[in-house]
T-cell receptor
Framework: GNSVTQMEGPVTLSEEAFLTINCTYTATGYPSLFWYVQYPGEGLQLLLKATKADDKGSNKGFEATYRKETTSFHLEKGSVQVSDSAVYFC????????FGSGTRLQVQP | GAVVSQHPSRVICKSGTSVKIECRSLDFQATTMFWYRQFPKKSLMLMATSNEGSKATYEQGVEKDKFLINHASLTLSTLTVTSAHPEDSSFYICSAADRATGKLFFGSGTQLSVL
C-alpha cells in the first residue's frame, strides 16, 4: 500500500528564514500528492497539491514539486512568517489519503 | 469554502462508557466520509470509510464492533467508540468528500481521553 514519510519536528525557525520540510512517498503508480496544514485549534486545510510528475503546487508562498525520480514532494518557502506556525502534513491519495506523521513548524519573531 | 463541523472537540470519559463523535458537512453533500485516528507523533491512520446509506468499510486491524460508524445522510456521519478504554484515547478526525467536486475537507478533530 501507499506510505508517506516526512521529517520529524518540531522545526523552529526565525522569521524570514528559508523552510524545507522533506516528504517522500511509496506507492504503486503515481498518486496525487498533497500538503495539508493544521493551524492551532483548526481542522486540516489543503495547502497545495500536485497530480503528476514534475507538477509544482504552490500557495501562500509555499511550493512543492512532484519528483518521480526521487519519489519526493518536499515543501519549501523562501521566507516564513510567524503566522506560518502550524503542523504540516504530507499526503498521497489512493482510495483515501495516506498521511505522513506531520511536522510542527514554529516560527519565532 | 466548504466546512466540516466535527463535534465535540474534546471529550473525557470513564472507562467502559461509549462516546459518539459527529461529523457534518455544512454546505455540501458528502457521499463518502473518512475517519482517521492519530496517535501522538504518528501519522493519521485511516480507520474506516463510510458511504451514505451503506455499511462502513473498515481498515485491517480496526474493530468494527468497537468503532461503530453510521452515515445516515449526505451531511452526517457519526463514530461511536463503544466501551471505551484508556488505549482508545487518541485524536480522531473526519474527512468528507464533496459529492460534486470530489474534494476532501476535514473536521477539526476530537481529542478523546478515557480515564
Amino acid at each position: 500500500g501507499n506510505s508517506v514519510t516526512q521529517m520529524e519536528g518540531p522545526v523552529t525557525l526565525s522569521e524570514e528564514a528559508f523552510l524545507t520540510i522533506n516528504c517522500t512517498y511509496t506507492a504503486t503508480g503515481y498518486p496525487s500528492l498533497f500538503w495539508y496544514v493544521q493551524y492551532p485549534g483548526e481542522g486540516l486545510q489543503l495547502l497545495l497539491k500536485a497530480t503528476k510528475a514534475d507538477d509544482k503546487g504552490s500557495n501562500k508562498g509555499f511550493e512543492a514539486t512532484y519528483r518521480k525520480e526521487t519519489t519526493s514532494f518536499h515543501l519549501e518557502k523562501g521566507s516564513v512568517q510567524v503566522s506560518d506556525s502550524a503542523v504540516y502534513f504530507c499526503a498521497s491519495r489512493g482510495r483515501a489519503l495516506t498521511f505522513g506523521s506531520g511536522t510542527r513548524l514554529q516560527v519565532q519573531p | 469554502g466548504a466546512v466540516v463541523s466535527q463535534h465535540p472537540s474534546r471529550v473525557i470519559c470513564k472507562s467502559g462508557t461509549s462516546v459518539k463523535i459527529e461529523c457534518r458537512s455544512l454546505d455540501f453533500q458528502a457521499t463518502t466520509m473518512f475517519w482517521y485516528r492519530q496517535f501522538p507523533k504518528k501519522s493519521l491512520m485511516l480507520m474506516a470509510t463510510s458511504n451514505e446509506g451503506s455499511k462502513a468499510t473498515y481498515e485491517q486491524g480496526v474493530e468494527k464492533d468497537k468503532f461503530l460508524i453510521n452515515h445516515a445522510s449526505l451531511t452526517l456521519s457519526t463514530l461511536t467508540v463503544t466501551s471505551a478504554h484508556p488505549e482508545d484515547s487518541s485524536f480522531y478526525i473526519c474527512s468528507a468528500a464533496d459529492r460534486a467536486t470530489g474534494k476532501l475537507f476535514f473536521g477539526s478533530g476530537t481529542q478523546l481521553s478515557v480515564l
